[in-house]
């Protein structure tokens, strides 16, 4: 499933609109990344499928704090 580990942000539907302006059904996709981390309290990568967004979220905030709130949620096991 596609779906951020961080955020939890998962794929959106919408329309694609023509120059008609007919609608058909379409999905926003999440831009997922297969990235690895390196968690210092562990001492060990960890391998995460995360969002751009979610990137941005570990470079902010730090990733034993992004990784405690997912794990919160339950993004993460």
Do not use: P
Not at 16 to 24: Q, T
Not at 50 to 64: Q, Y
């Amino acid at each position: 499933m596609r779906i951020c580990q961080i955020t939890g942000k998962t794929a959106q539907t919408g329309h694609n609109v023509s120059h008609s302006n007919k609608k058909s059904k379409r999905t926003f996709d999440v831009n997922l990344q297969i990235k690895k981390f390196f968690d210092a309290e562990a001492d060990e990568w960890i391998t995460l499928r995360v969002s751009a967004a979610g990137i941005r979220h570990i470079n902010k905030r730090g990733l034993a704090a992004c990784l405690k709130d997912a794990r919160e949620k339950g993004y993460v096991k």
